[in-house]
């Protein structure tokens, strides 16, 4: 080949220009494919859904929605009927044949089905008996699942467990083998049906009451659409001048790397994406349990920007019995109210913010199956690495940053030997926090250097 440019040469300059160049794309192309295999991952589209208060006074008009984000719903709650524990009732107040005719519920729901809206139905709640916790007859309790399914057509169930309810491993036991054998005789019959586990969150996370419920469900064979977090009622957790809507997003974050512990636990990876999207959050807006805390609109606005950028799965609220503002003759706003969110909403309503750009359908996750996926695993180049790469052998103080596996962690006390991604449930179970992952075009950070001899 002849020598197109005879006697020029490449500069030192533009070939290290170059190699950083060259570099740079590769990285570039890398997270690139990452990003492009995460989003692959994804199955449902983010949907928005309210709860409903079903035996709540005055009764909510949940067949004509006011505001087109308000035409999916989650009814709640079912719960065991107080005079047979394995008997479903709503709220123990009305069988199902009674809600028929006091409440009008089947043709409600026959006339939301006309409006273009889906039904959930949630089974649970904090009040009254969970089937579960009561009625120990393996038989009898996947009977009274079945008859509730059957009988409203649903093919979404969500699983509102919390108290009680949620300590009871004996009850986690009955209730995930259950759903397990629904799970079974659904998908035989040709209508697979997802399965929602709605519980309670701090700002870290999952409490172990929490992560041991969705354990046991997985360990039962049950194949979770996702896990709702119910971002209310914080108490000390929430630290002064922390927003509900800054304490919902640091609950979320928590969850999701909880999820990824657990489900590895079982046996299965998955890439993040994969895990924001099998991730749910209800807030109760406005005036909450807790006195002292207000979820407002602009807290709103926070957790509906978060959902979106994640792709979170499932956003839902309590409650659209309450998207309204209190009328003249509430007097003390801080009570809460089934029928009022407790502060002054103007125009806007809660189910139109949260809701906002979620067009996903709560049936869309009917029977895709959770099954592992390859996550990428990232090598760590020293030339790169803004920090340096995490060393077993190392000693690290409180402050010091170090970088695996494409990430950034800062060391919370001194540490030696911790593996910094090490899968631990709880944030207090690691010296390391996580920071963010290495971005394009980092470089190390400059090590101050003194000359030989100084003392």
Not at 66 to 94: E, H, I, M, R
Request: net charge negative; charged share 20%; aromatic share 8%.
């Amino acid at each position: 080949m002849s020598q197109r440019f005879p006697g020029r040469h490449v500069s030192p300059w533009r070939l290290s220009l170059l190699v950083v160049i060259v570099g740079a794309l590769v990285f570039a192309g890398f997270q690139g494919w990452e990003w492009f295999t995460n989003k692959q991952s994804v199955v449902a589209k983010p949907w928005f859904a309210g709860y409903v208060d079903v035996t709540a006074t005055p009764a909510y008009a949940f067949e004509n929605p006011v505001t087109p984000q308000g035409k999916n719903v989650v009814l709640s709650f079912v719960v065991a009927d107080p005079d047979d524990a394995c008997t479903p009732s709503w709220g123990g107040a009305y069988g199902l044949t009674e809600a028929a005719t006091a409440l009008d519920l089947d043709r409600r729901l026959a006339r939301l089905a006309q409006q273009g809206g889906e039904a959930v139905i949630s089974f649970g709640g904090e009040a009254n008996n969970e089937l579960a916790s009561v009625c120990t007859d393996p038989s009898r309790l996947l009977s009274a699942y079945r008859a509730v399914v059957d009988r409203y057509d649903v093919d979404v169930i969500d699983l509102d467990v919390e108290g009680e309810a949620l300590r009871s491993a004996a009850a986690a036991e009955r209730r995930a083998e259950a759903i397990a054998a629904l799970q079974k005789e659904r998908a035989a019959a040709g209508r697979p049906i997802a399965v929602w586990l709605t519980l309670p969150v701090a700002m870290t996370g999952l409490a172990d009451e929490g992560a041991d419920a969705v354990t046991a469900m997985l360990s039962a064979g049950v194949d979770l659409a996702g896990v709702n977090v119910m971002t209310m009622n914080f108490g000390s957790g929430l630290d002064d001048g922390t927003t509900m809507g800054a304490a919902s997003v640091s609950a979320l974050t928590g969850a999701q790397r909880q999820l990824g512990v657990i489900y590895g636990g079982q046996g299965i990876s998955l890439t993040d994406a994969t895990l924001w999207n099998k991730l749910g959050v209800t807030p109760m807006i406005g005036q909450n349990d807790v006195g002292a805390e207000v979820f407002g609109l602009d807290d709103a606005d926070t957790v509906n920007a978060f959902v979106r950028e994640h792709g979170i799965g499932r956003t839902s609220m309590w409650s659209l019995n309450r998207d309204v503002t209190c009328g003249p003759n509430v007097v003390d706003l801080r009570r809460v109210s089934d029928s009022c969110s407790g502060i002054a909403q103007g125009d806007r309503r809660f189910a139109s913010v949260l809701g906002g750009g979620l067009s996903g359908s709560p049936l869309a996750a009917a029977g895709v199956e959770t099954t592992p996926e390859p996550v990428p695993v990232v090598t760590d180049d020293p030339e790169r690495s803004p920090y340096p790469i995490w060393s077993e052998e190392a000693s690290y103080r409180s402050g010091t940053r170090v970088v695996l596996h494409g990430n950034v962690y800062e060391a919370k006390w001194w540490t030696k030997g911790d593996l910094p991604d090490n899968p631990v449930l709880q944030e207090f179970e690691t010296p390391w926090r996580l920071i963010g992952p290495v971005l394009p075009g980092e470089t190390p950070v400059p090590v101050p250097v003194v000359p030989a001899g100084t003392y």
